[in-house]
């Protein structure tokens, strides 16, 4: 995976680690599991993705085969 930053970010995460002594690469993972757990406890992203989880499923539904079973089948 490939990340470009602004160069004021690039500069703010490689301080970051240094004074961190850690890689890059854990800050940028604890960073994104940080917010990951954050959005997941918001209750609106929890409405959102419930909303989207309906929308998924019914395309799903509209996808699928016919009850007769998969094509070339009879």
Do not use: K, Y
Request: charged share 30%; hydrophobic share 40%; aromatic share 4%.
């Amino acid at each position: 995976m490939t990340l470009r930053l602004p160069e004021d970010q690039s500069e703010a995460l490689d301080t970051m680690a240094e004074i961190l002594e850690l890689p890059v690469v854990e800050v940028v993972r604890r960073a994104i599991a940080e917010f990951i757990d954050q959005r997941r406890r918001e209750p609106s992203f929890q409405q959102r993705l419930r909303h989207s989880m309906v929308r998924v499923q019914r395309a799903m539904d509209n996808l699928s085969w016919p009850d007769r079973g998969e094509p070339g089948t009879s």
